[in-house]
């Protein structure tokens, strides 16, 4: 049976100060010393605006953890502030231990997708016009009909890989199944994770930003398929990820922005402003059309026709794509 306690932590524009439930854990403290450290570079980085940009910054899911730790958290972050103006962020959380759940960390999002589609109402403003206990009640309420065995949700992904179709998934995530980024996030991941075979990940600090599912949508299989891609590249089944991602940004295509290790906190500035430049993560899917031109022409006929044949299972796709690598 899966170990977990909800919990919350941040500032509300209600609460002249900090406010914390099941908030005193080392997992906890770490997520706030990553952002306190992240908010400290993003005041350097984007000077006197920084303040306008982080309140009209969007929400993000996240998974978080720590080498070492036996918890790792799932929740969710919004930008907000206290009774004062003070900015600070405020995020839901469940604290999970890995030893419990018997899945892969990048299933946890459909694990507890109802969870995290519950955080989101209350930090959208559910949590106006009401008390701190209620808040914890909620909570409670929330995580009390969650699973305890999470066999389904592994059963539902093998049948995802045998009966989806490579053309439904395309046209999931980018709307078009002859959307040209089907070709630059094979091409790229393949590039940059080949190299890293055999080899520790210790030392690759590179978020890799994914494209997800269209907005508005539960959890799905979606981030369980990109990291079975990212394990067969790799050929390496330890991945212990960090992952932000959202789905319902009014301004962003749904993405996911992914570290294979510890994240630095000046990545806090991708919450920010996903919209900037930086050496510190990469768009699997740029936008820039040279790009597209340059791998369209490097890009072998079988692979071209692997990623064009919609007919094909996405289990069939994935084990194609390894064996190709």
């Known amino acids: 049976m899966v170990d977990f306690t909800p919990g919350y932590f941040g ?97 946890a999002p459909v694990c507890f997708s109802p969870f995290l589609a519950g955080s989101y109402e209350i930090i959208q403003g559910g949590w106006e016009g009401t008390d701190l206990k209620s808040i914890v009640s909620r909570l409670e309420q929330m995580s009390a009909p969650l699973l305890k065995d999470f066999n ?77 891609l990212v394990i067969r590249l790799l050929r390496q089944d330890k991945v212990s990820p960090v992952l932000f991602w959202n789905r319902r940004g009014s301004g962003n295509a749904p993405s996911m922005i992914a570290f294979l290790n510890q994240p630095s906190p000046k990545n806090f500035l991708l919450l920010i402003r996903p919209d900037m430049n930086s050496d510190l993560w990469y768009d699997l899917v740029p936008r820039d059309p040279a790009e597209i031109d340059r791998v369209l022409q490097k890009m072998e006929k079988e692979r071209k026709d692997l990623l064009d044949n919609g007919d094909i299972s996405t289990g069939a796709f994935l084990a194609a794509l390894e064996a190709g690598g």
Do not use: C, M
């Open 152 to 228: 389904p949700i592994k059963e539902g992904y093998l049948r995802y890989l045998k009966e989806q179709n490579i053309l439904s998934l395309w046209r999931n995530i980018f709307n078009d199944f002859e959307h040209t980024g089907k070709y630059l996030i094979t091409h790229n991941l393949t590039n940059i994770l080949q190299p890293l075979r055999n080899h520790s990940l210790n030392r690759f600090g590179l978020g890799l930003k994914f494209p997800l599912s269209s907005r508005d949508q539960a959890e799905t299989y979606d981030i369980p398929f990109w990291f079975d």
């Open 11 to 107: 500032k509300l524009p209600i609460y002249p100060d900090f406010v914390r439930h099941n908030a005193t854990s080392r997992e906890v403290s770490q997520l706030d010393q990553w952002f306190q450290e992240g908010i400290h570079f993003a005041k350097s980085r984007l000077g006197q605006g920084w303040a306008d940009d982080f309140r009209k910054a969007e929400s993000y899911n996240f998974l978080f953890q720590q080498e070492g730790s036996e918890h790792y958290l799932l929740g969710i972050y919004t930008p907000s502030r206290d009774q004062s103006g003070r900015l600070y962020p405020f995020f839901i959380f469940l604290r999970i231990s890995k030893r419990s759940f018997d899945l892969p960390l990048y299933f």
